[in-house]
């Protein structure tokens, strides 16, 4: 059973910094493509960034790019998600998922995903 488990969410205030990271199990980590989804209260899930098995090819949201940071861990089958100057409209659930395809930047081309972690941004 792959289970992927969230952490690092918490309260901030704009212009601040959260590392959240993945912990994955059940399958082989290293192989898949990981990506960060996230999805505020009334809105739907949408993509924030991803990154290859080999880490070579990472993709971002436009709306966090040069802010944020995806990088992983094949050998502690971590993923991770540095934020910098954080904003309000960053607030979010962010959840972390796997696909087997390269460069997957749409929800429905992820099979599995985590319970997601609270990221809220004070103003």
């Known amino acids: 059973q792959v289970q992927l488990v969230e952490s690092g969410g918490g309260l901030v205030q704009a212009g601040g910094s959260l590392r959240l990271s993945c912990a994955g199990s059940?399958?082989?980590?290293?192989?898949?493509?990981m990506g960060w989804f996230r999805q505020a209260p009334g809105k739907e899930r949408e993509f924030v960034a991803a990154?290859?098995?080999?880490?070579?090819?990472?993709s971002y949201a436009d709306s966090v790019k040069g802010r944020f940071t995806i990088s992983r861990d094949n050998a502690k089958n971590r993923v991770y998600l540095s934020m910098n100057s954080l904003e309000p409209e960053d607030t979010a659930v962010y959840y972390c998922?796997?696909?087997?395809?390269?460069?997957?930047?749409?929800?429905?081309?992820?099979?599995?995903w985590g319970q997601g972690t609270q990221v809220t941004v004070s103003s």
């Open positions: 990154i290859s098995w080999s880490a070579d090819i990472t």
């Open positions: 998922a796997s696909s087997a395809v390269l460069r997957a930047t749409m929800s429905a081309l992820y099979d599995y």
């Open positions: 059940g399958r082989t980590f290293s192989s898949y493509t």
